[in-house]
């Protein structure tokens, strides 16, 4: 099966009667700890993994830009999609996505504005079903048009000897990033996260406890590194 984000193993199941606030200082601890190693929009790509971060020539036209990767790539990857996805803008027709060689990944979902679609690569990446993805990449389409300039998705980075997922944007910015924890208790992982609302910029921070089965923690985190508010969830239908 293809596997993109982390996951916690599986162990008994959590007690029922789970209260929040367990694993609030771990989280505040690994979100600070995140936070200095990892600033969002300051750190860039080719400072983090620099196989995907091919620089732009300006000026190339599309039809250009696919010459220039045939010629210096062929179809070796992650060069190939990283040096294009930087001409695929907000507008260019969908089946430019094609030239990227990146094989479909996950449903498409749609919203009121378009139609969610993720492409995916791994050095063993066969299908959805066989190889595990080393990245992906995101976009928006509507009308055969793009809508939404591409995201790259890295699935496990190691950096500084701890493990995080990444989201780079256009710019090759990054702009979310996620860290998990070992079980902390009985099966349960615990993940904190920050990223960069992109209405409107916001840094926005959060934790989640989760496991196998049973419920789950959400947890609201200020930028001043306090509790802001949790939700208990309860298990996910089927899973209990």
Request: glycine content about 8%; proline content about 6%; overall charge negative.
């Amino acid at each position: 099966m293809a596997v993109l984000l982390l996951g916690c193993a599986a162990s008994a199941a959590p007690a029922d009667d789970y209260v929040g606030g367990k694993f609030d200082a771990r989280a505040l601890a690994m979100l600070h700890e995140m936070v200095e190693a990892l600033p969002l929009r300051t750190t860039l790509l080719h400072d983090i993994a620099p196989a995907y971060a091919v620089g732009k020539h300006e000026g190339l036209t599309w039809e250009e830009a696919v010459a220039e990767a045939d010629r210096r790539f062929g179809k070796r990857q992650p060069e190939r999609c990283a040096f294009l996805r930087k001409y695929l803008a907000a507008g260019a027709p969908e089946s430019r996505l094609a030239e990227l060689q990146w094989k479909p990944w996950g449903p498409r979902f749609s919203s009121g504005e378009g139609t969610f679609i993720s492409l995916a690569w791994g050095p063993n990446f066969k299908d959805p079903d066989e190889g595990e993805v080393e990245a992906r990449i995101d976009t928006q389409v509507a009308d055969q048009r793009i809508i939404r300039r591409l995201t790259l998705a890295l699935a496990r980075v190691k950096f500084k000897d701890v493990v995080y997922s990444m989201t780079f944007d256009a710019e090759d910015h990054l702009v979310h990033v996620s860290r998990e924890d070992k079980p902390v208790e009985n099966g349960m992982c615990l993940d904190v996260t920050q990223s960069v609302w992109e209405l409107d910029g916001t840094i926005i921070f959060s934790a989640s406890v989760r496991g196998p089965r049973g419920p789950r923690e959400m947890i609201d985190i200020t930028p001043a590194f306090a509790i802001k508010g949790r939700r208990v969830l309860p298990p996910l239908s089927g899973l209990k």
